[in-house]
């Protein structure tokens, strides 16, 4: 069974960070291009970071770049988003997804979502 599962999320302080896992199992993501995003409640469903199967290549939303980092360990396999200077407006449930047959991020090419992680940010 493919699966992705998030962890990390919780409460921090705004100006904190946070680091969010996404663990894969029965696939290798270094076959796969993986995607963050995230869904305030009221609110459509962003695509917040993209790395390549490689790990080489990464894209950012401009609400984020500069403050959140992904990354990926293949040994481990699992994709990790760096979270820096968190503001409230980051309040979400944030999810990881994969690509396994293409080389973007768009939702309409996902074929694996994980179930998603809640970070909350507030003082």
């Known amino acids: 069974q493919l699966q992705l599962v998030e962890s990390g999320g919780g409460l921090v302080q705004p100006g904190g960070s946070l680091r969010l896992s996404c663990a894969a199992s029965?696939?290798?993501?270094?076959?796969?291009?993986i995607g963050w995003f995230r869904q305030a409640p009221g609110k459509e469903r962003e695509e917040i970071s993209c790395?390549?199967?490689?790990?080489?290549?990464?894209n950012y939303a401009d609400s984020v770049k500069g403050r959140f980092t992904i990354s990926k360990d293949n040994a481990k396999n699992t994709v990790y988003l760096q979270m820096d200077s968190l503001k409230p407006e980051d309040t979400a449930v944030y999810y990881c997804?994969?690509?396994?047959?293409?080389?973007?991020?768009?939702?309409?090419?996902?074929?694996?979502w994980g179930k998603g992680t809640l970070v909350t940010v507030s003082a």
């Open positions: 997804a994969a690509n396994r047959f293409g080389t973007d991020c768009r939702s309409a090419n996902i074929n694996y």
């Open positions: 029965g696939f290798t993501l270094n076959i796969a291009t």
């Open positions: 790395i390549s199967r490689s790990g080489g290549s990464t």
